[in-house]
């Protein structure tokens, strides 16, 4: 196939251009930089310039390909106060790419994520399928884009959603978990939220782009699909194995104080997202086979370097 991916060069993308590639795809890869376009290119796969807000580019891309895989998102504007205009920008993303792919039977996967589907107990892809809000705002909104892109499968478009974990890990990462780390070098200490027993979904990130693969080859139309190896894992276990690796006490910040210790992450902490990934692996023979969070943890690379 012929595929198109958006966030080809990113830390999801540059594990799943590989694995289209050496599952013998042809990739066409959207690259706003030049740095980017070198990257890309030197995977074998072919450039295509432009942006998220180059709706025409999306479009004319998605119509002479086979199929396309939506990761690209706008976290620089995300992260720095404006996440509502990432979503934004997202949601117009998809609705470009609906309108190349109607009628065609063509498959679009785009990656959205497990957290706040169903808070407090284990989600499973039936869960979070409220009906569709334009305007919805935050992490509902990219749940909202989700709903969106299900909804083309009644326009023939053969597309489905993969919620990945808030963490993709492995060697290399730069989210949330180098995030934790750098916080507590600063702090000089390794804290958690709360009582620590809110729980994060992971999943090492080539097991990942496995999935978008097999999700690309032949998920159904309108399939939800998780992106989730460790089914939930508590903030404190994270937090202890950091405060070991750093030789740091291990300590709880309270609720109130969570802003002022973890800054922008605070809102993220504290949300109890369990997750399964049980129907997506019966639907596809999906298996991660890389080691857990806490034990890629273990492994040291997280703190050979200082966190972003």
Do not use: C
Not at 266 to 283: I, K
Request: proline residues 5%.
């Amino acid at each position: 196939m012929r595929v198109f991916v958006t966030g080809a060069s990113g830390w999801i993308g540059s594990a799943v251009v590989p694995e289209l590639i050496d599952a013998g795809h042809q990739v066409i890869g959207l690259a706003r930089s030049q740095g980017s376009a070198a990257a890309l290119a030197a995977t074998g796969a072919e450039v295509r310039r432009g942006s998220l807000d180059d709706l025409d580019t999306l479009r004319s891309a998605a119509a002479e390909s086979d199929g396309v895989i939506h990761l690209g998102f706008k976290h620089d504007i995300a992260f720095s106060g404006d996440f509502q205009g990432a979503v934004m920008a997202d949601r117009r993303a998809v609705e470009a790419f609906g309108d190349a792919l109607a009628g065609s039977d063509r498959p679009l996967v785009i990656a959205v994520g497990t957290l706040g589907v169903a808070p407090g107990r284990i989600a499973t892809e039936q869960d979070g399928h409220e009906p569709f809000r334009a305007r919805a705002e935050g992490l509902a909104g990219r749940h909202a884009n989700g709903e969106l892109t299900l909804s083309l499968a009644s326009r023939g478009v053969r597309s489905s959603i993969v919620r990945l974990s808030p963490t993709v890990h492995g060697d290399g990462d730069s989210g949330f978990v180098p995030s934790l780390i750098g916080i507590a070098r600063e702090k000089g200490v390794s804290g958690y939220l709360g009582d620590g027993s809110s729980r994060w979904t992971a999943v090492p990130r080539l097991d990942a782009a496995h999935l978008f693969r097999l999700a690309l080859e032949k998920a159904p139309a309108g399939s939800t699909l998780h992106g989730v190896a460790d089914e939930g894992v508590p903030i404190r276990a994270i937090a202890e194995v950091i405060g070991r690796h750093l030789d740091l006490p291990v300590v709880a910040v309270p609720t109130e104080q969570g802003e002022a210790h973890f800054g922008w992450l605070s809102g993220f902490f504290g949300l109890d997202s369990p997750a399964s990934a049980a129907l997506t692996r019966e639907l596809l023979g999906w298996q991660p086979t890389l080691p857990g969070i806490l034990e890629d943890l273990e492994k040291g690379h997280y703190f050979t370097t200082p966190a972003a």
